[in-house]
Nanobody, 124 residues
Framework: QVQLVESGGGLVQTGGSLRLSCAGS????????MGWFRQAPGKERRFVAA????????NYEASVKGRFTISRDNTKNTVYLQMNSLKPEDTAVYYC?????????????????WGQGTQVTVSS
């Protein structure tokens, strides 16, 4: 497994931007599919975005498509989530996760390793 640590969360106004980072440990980081999930208060954790080992084939949940961009830098063992045009409904704890498989990257059951989460709050 890989250890993951998220950073970059915070408080931002509607329409603002944040960039989340997720740093991974271990030499195998570049082989993992990486995903971002989020959990709003009182709700289940849900898929946000995923990217394969090479940085290709990004996949997005419909409500963030066109506003969020997932990317990775395998030389730094880091995956990013650039979030633009933020809305109050984006408020949640954001988690990054690593999967050793490439299929079903929207399914949290496919991920073996999880970070501790970072809080994103969007004020109206």
């Amino acid at each position: 497994q890989v250890q993951l640590v998220e950073s970059g969360g915070g408080l931002v106004q509607t329409g603002g931007s944040l960039r989340l980072s997720c740093a991974g440990s271990g030499r195998a980081f570049s082989s993992y599919t990486m995903g971002w999930f989020r959990q709003a208060p009182g709700k289940e954790r849900r898929f946000v975005a995923a990217i394969n080992w090479s940085g290709g084939r990004p996949n997005y949940e419909a409500s963030v498509k066109g506003r969020f961009t997932i990317s990775r830098d395998n030389t730094k063992n880091t995956v990013y989530l650039q979030m633009n045009s933020l809305k109050p409904e984006d408020t949640a704890v954001y988690y990054c996760a690593a999967s050793s498989t490439s299929g079903r990257n929207w399914d949290e059951g496919a991920y073996e390793s999880w970070g501790q989460g970072t809080q994103v709050t969007v004020s109206s």
